[in-house]
């Protein structure tokens, strides 16, 4: 496992970090994973190296911090917990986002509930600070609080020993340049894959000229980058790999584009003896801007997978390769 810097925070991270969405479980995933087995895959995500653990109260209300804590305990000094804040669900405080699992999420970046969400993750993470604590979306209207008063609000944290260090996700170059005025910004946590390359116009030279931390997500594309997810996949109509406007690739001609350029890679996981999990995550993390890259994983089989990445060097010219098919692919049809 290779290890870089958390922006400025002084803190060294695996390049491959645990996202633990779908730990959370809920209807999108499609299903209710067993608590006992995401302890064993956290457990064993810090035994291969792996310390940078990410997750938000909103994955599964709660669900995934409680998991997160548990699976840490008695190894808290070995993890990197990363949690976030601003989707409010307990009442309407702050602007509508959307519904999800029978429950209306506010974006809310108010004082007051960030104050109950910083109290309520320690709680469920079972620890008395967070080592990164990132905006999971900013304020929008019509409940949209300065800034600077939200900052203000983490700063305050970080004084008290809550929290270790200040992160982003999902802003825009203008946005992030406001909470950069306000206090030091260590991370910014943003959708980057070889499919989904716009991050690559503004926000990642932006995030290096401020010698910040990235942390990309779906960067494998919910397992189609994988190549097991085959033209026979069906998925119902509640799964989030059916919502053509979150993840059109997963439309049936737009996987067999895809699947076609993965097996044009074949001499490329023979060459490096990987898999192609483990191409798409060094090709990802070896990019301009990019410094950890998020894997989520359901079984450990997976997590062993994606956790063999970390040490693999891909050379330059096969890079070039792989990001000239994929730029052939174009947009989704």
């Known amino acids: 496992m290779q290890y870089r810097p958390l922006g400025q925070?002084?803190?060294?991270?695996?390049?491959?970090?645990?996202?633990t969405w779908v730990l959370g479980g809920g209807t999108p995933?499609?299903?209710?994973?067993?608590?006992?087995?995401?302890?064993?895959?956290?457990?064993?995500?810090?035994?291969?190296?792996i310390n940078l653990i990410d997750t938000a109260p909103a994955y599964g209300w709660g669900r995934s911090e409680t998991v997160v804590g548990k699976a840490v305990k008695g190894r808290r000094e070995q993890a990197l917990i990363a949690t976030k804040c601003g989707l409010w669900w307990e009442d309407a405080r702050g602007s509508y986002f959307a519904d999800l699992?029978?429950?209306?999420?506010?974006?809310?970046?108010?004082?007051?509930?960030?104050?109950?969400?910083?109290?309520?993750?320690?709680?469920?993470?079972?620890?008395?600070?967070?080592?990164?604590?990132?905006?999971?979306?900013?304020?929008m209207a019509p409940d949209k609080t300065?800034?600077?008063?939200?900052?203000?609000?983490?700063?305050?944290?970080?004084?008290?020993?809550?929290?270790?260090?200040?992160?982003?996700?999902?802003v825009t170059p203008d946005e992030l340049q406001e909470f950069l005025g306000c206090g030091a910004i260590v991370s910014?946590?943003?959708?980057?894959?070889?499919?989904?390359?716009?991050?690559?116009?503004?926000?990642?030279?932006?995030?290096?000229?401020?010698?910040?931390?990235?942390?990309?997500?779906?960067?494998?594309?919910q397992g189609l980058l994988t190549g097991k997810v085959g033209m026979e996949r069906v998925f119902r109509a509640d799964e989030f790999r059916s919502n053509e406007a979150w993840n059109p690739w997963f439309t049936p001609a737009n996987r067999r584009r895809v699947l076609d350029v993965l097996a044009n890679w074949r001499e490329l996981l023979v060459k490096y003896d990987c898999t192609l999990s483990q191409l798409a995550i060094a090709w990802t993390a070896a990019q301009p801007g990019v410094t950890h890259v998020l894997c989520g994983t359901r079984t450990l089989s997976?997590?062993?997978?994606?956790?063999?990445?970390?040490g693999l060097a891909l050379?330059?010219?096969?890079?070039r390769r792989m990001r000239a098919d994929v730029v052939a692919l174009g947009e989704p049809v």
């Open 9 to 19: 925070s002084g803190i060294n991270a695996s390049t491959i970090a645990l996202g």
């Open 29 to 49: 995933w499609g299903d209710n994973p067993d608590d006992a087995q995401s302890i064993r895959l956290i457990q064993t995500a810090l035994d291969l190296g």
């Open 101 to 139: 699992d029978g429950k209306a999420m506010h974006r809310s970046l108010r004082p007051d509930t960030l104050q109950l969400e910083i109290d309520n993750s320690l709680r469920r993470l079972h620890t008395d600070y967070v080592d990164l604590y990132q905006v999971h979306w900013p304020a």
């Open 146 to 170: 300065p800034v600077a008063d939200s900052m203000a609000c983490l700063l305050k944290f970080q004084e008290q020993g809550k929290i270790r260090h200040i992160g982003v996700s999902n």
């Open 188 to 221: 910014h946590q943003l959708r980057y894959s070889m499919l989904c390359r716009e991050a690559e116009q503004e926000i990642l030279p932006l995030c290096a000229q401020h010698q910040m931390a990235t942390l990309t997500y779906m960067s494998l594309e």
């Open 302 to 310: 997976q997590l062993a997978d994606n956790a063999k990445a970390g």
């Open 315 to 319: 050379e330059a010219a096969d890079m």
